[in-house]
């Protein structure tokens, strides 16, 4: 069985900086890339970031780009997010997902609140 455990959410206020953890453990030979989506209360999940394991191409969302920066650590399985100048829409569970050995994964999410 394949996991992604998503760490790193909490409460920070406006102009501030996270940086989330997604690590994939389990029977993983190869990822072909992760990706970062969020949910707020009342909205639809969103697409947040993606990064692609092989070449290292990145994608963001434009309500995302210039604030937040998706990398991978192909030797721990790990995707982070580093959010900075986060705002109070930014407020959502963000939840990691992986593409590896031909399946979909999806972590459980973390928190992270925005406000003052």
């Known amino acids: 069985q394949v996991q992604l455990v998503e760490s790193g959410g909490g409460l920070v206020q406006p102009g501030g900086s996270l940086r989330l953890s997604c690590v994939a453990s389990?029977?993983?030979?190869?990822?072909?890339?992760m990706d970062w989506f969020r949910q707020a209360p009342g909205r639809e999940r969103e697409f947040v970031a993606t990064?692609?394991?092989?070449?290292?191409?990145?994608y963001y969302a434009n309500s995302v780009k210039g604030r937040f920066t998706i990398s991978g650590d192909k030797a721990k399985n790990t995707v982070y997010l580093q959010m900075n100048s986060l705002k109070p829409d930014d407020t959502a569970v963000y939840y990691c997902?992986?593409?590896?050995?031909?399946?979909?994964?999806w972590g459980q999410g973390t928190q992270v609140t925005v406000s003052s």
């Open positions: 997902k992986a593409r590896a050995s031909g399946t979909t994964y």
């Open positions: 990064i692609f394991w092989s070449g290292g191409s990145t």
């Open positions: 389990g029977s993983i030979f190869s990822i072909d890339f």
